[in-house]
């Protein structure tokens, strides 16, 4: 079955670098994605990967997947407080429609 | 433009009430979701609509009523809801090319019901 899980709460200095990690347990998994969700406000697409690649790289973003483990993470450098948000894992699976499963999501604090 | 608008931005309404949320886009893309979103949890998808015929309804009460009138919009009639249906309510698009296609969401209705 499908099932995306993230750790809940992250807090990072602000310069420092973040990392948010997700694990998922479907290996049929197709794309993964990240997306970012401020305060009342709607998600944001940051990055995704398809699920034949190692790595994605997108200027202050960095996308790492281990497929062996089912593990996803997101590093962001040099954090900024406007960085402060909810992060999302999300999946898709081939199932001929368009089911994203998302995770709970990690809420990431930046301290000034 | 990868842009998904949606209207209201906030929307208060009693549980005998009849109101429509609005989403809309013109990134030619045709499939267009309907997300529920409740505090501190991920958006729980409801219905999917592909080449504007429903193509996915996730078990959802008929309280709530989708409806897709071209490639570019799509509804979410709402009626005699309850307090418990107060969330935030998302609207997203992709190409319905199989399954993976990169969803992208409107910034959403909040949704308070009285």
């Known amino acids: 079955g499908e099932d995306v899980e993230q750790s809940l709460f992250l807090s990072v200095r602000e310069g420092d670098s973040s990392v948010i990690n997700c694990t998922y347990t479907?290996?049929?998994?197709?794309?993964l994605y990240w997306y970012k969700q401020e305060p009342g406000a709607g998600l944001q697409l940051l990055t995704y990967?398809?699920?034949?690649?190692d790595m994605k790289q997108d200027q202050r973003l960095t996308v790492l997947l281990n497929k062996k483990d089912k593990h996803l993470s997101l590093r962001i450098a040099d954090t900024q407080t406007g960085d402060s948000a909810i992060y999302f894992c999300a999946e898709t699976v081939p199932g001929g429609y368009q089911k994203v499963t998302f995770g709970i999501g990690t809420k990431l604090q930046v301290i000034p | 433009d990868t842009e998904v608008t949606q209207t209201p931005k906030h929307l208060v309404m009693g549980m005998t009430n009849k109101k429509s949320l609005k989403c809309e886009q013109h990134?030619?893309?045709?499939?267009m979701y309907w997300y529920k979103q409740k505090a501190k949890k991920p958006p729980e998808l409801m219905f999917v609509?592909?080449?504007?015929?429903?193509?996915i309804n996730e078990s959802v009460p008929s309280r709530f009523s989708p409806e897709c009138p071209n490639s570019s919009l799509l509804n979410l009639h709402l009626h005699a809801l309850q307090p418990e249906d107060s969330a935030l309510y998302l609207c997203a698009s992709s190409r319905p090319q199989g399954s993976g296609e990169t969803q992208y969401f409107g910034p959403g209705t909040r949704l308070l019901v009285l």
């Open positions: 990134m030619g893309h045709r499939a």
């Open positions: 479907d290996s049929s998994s197709t794309y």
């Open positions: 990967i398809f699920s034949n690649m």
């Open positions: 609509y592909s080449y504007e015929k429903l193509s």
